[in-house]
């Protein structure tokens, strides 16, 4: 099948860390399945609707840009994604007319994800940092005035897709739902999670395949988060370098132990995982 992994890595800040912590990674992916890689470094829409929103929502046009839309599928990964070339093929079960993509409801799982969500919001209450309550994955919707009771939200760092199905839906919830702004609103994921589901396109795919690195630290490694954990406090007194070794271990177990290692809103810490690892993973 004529397949690309494609991503957007624009202006030279994210093209630097996507270069520096990706590019081997995901070419050798790549070739282990024959897919093409395509590394788009310039904005597919330029105007005033694009300049007055977080570039996250020009996912929402890839799969009608001239360099993939002759593609049978296009696998979309965000560019701080590190993926581990071991991975399974991740298009192998998802039918060709379905949307391939990780429940972000549901990962690692969904009894973790609830009490990590619980305890977070204790932490921002006690901590007069905004946020909106989305304990459920109808919350999640519908708090951004998507009227429904799914209970699942599609993650859509990843997303497995067919430009001959799906173009029309993702231009779609580009040109149709409006920015809110902060960060907390999760951009274009909350209307394009909607629409994917409402049309009955999603198919899941292993959490493994958008394992997301902060949830991963809260969930598992919690002494590196909590500044109230007394192993935390310990580590605070030890040599930085100690720290940063502890850190990278669990970085890097992380990343050998799932297929793609999302570092949503923690690009800053991509560089922990283990570079004489994943050199014997490249080209």
Not at 178 to 193: A, H, Q, V
Not at 198 to 226: A, R
Not at 253 to 269: G, I, P, V, W
Request: hydrophobic share 35%; net charge neutral; glycine share 2%.
């Amino acid at each position: 099948m004529n397949t690309a992994i494609a991503t957007l890595a624009i202006g030279d800040k994210y093209l630097r860390n996507f270069n520096r912590y990706c590019r081997k990674l995901w070419s050798a992916y790549a070739s282990k399945y024959g897919f093409d890689l395509i590394v788009i470094t310039e904005p597919l829409d330029s105007g005033q609707r694009a300049r007055s929103r977080n570039p996250a929502w020009q996912k929402c046009l890839i799969l009608s840009c001239e360099a993939l839309r002759n593609y049978e599928r296009v696998i979309w990964v965000d560019s701080d994604i590190i993926i581990n070339p071991a991975s399974p093929n991740i298009c192998c079960e998802v039918p060709l007319d379905k949307i391939g993509a990780a429940d972000a409801y549901a990962t690692p799982n969904r009894e973790d994800y609830r009490a990590n969500l619980e305890q977070s919001y204790r932490y921002w209450s006690k901590n007069n940092i905004p946020y909106i309550n989305n304990l459920t994955a109808a919350d999640f919707h519908n708090s951004f005035g998507l009227d429904c009771d799914f209970e699942s939200v599609v993650q859509t760092g990843v997303l497995v897709m067919s430009p001959k199905y799906h173009k029309e839906l993702m231009e779609h919830v580009y040109y149709s739902y409006e920015d809110k702004g902060e960060s907390f609103w999760c951009y274009e994921m909350r209307p394009l999670s909607y629409e994917i589901i409402k049309s009955n396109l999603e198919f899941w795919l292993s959490p493994k395949f958008n394992m997301i690195w902060p949830d991963i630290k809260q969930s598992v490694y919690p002494f590196l988060n909590s500044k109230t954990n007394f192993l935390s406090n310990v580590l605070d007194l030890i040599n930085i370098n100690t720290r940063s070794s502890l850190i990278t271990k669990c970085a890097t177990t992380a990343y050998l132990n799932n297929y793609f290692l999302h570092f949503a809103a923690s690009t800053n810490e991509m560089k922990y995982v283990d570079s004489s690892i994943t050199s014997k993973f490249e080209l």
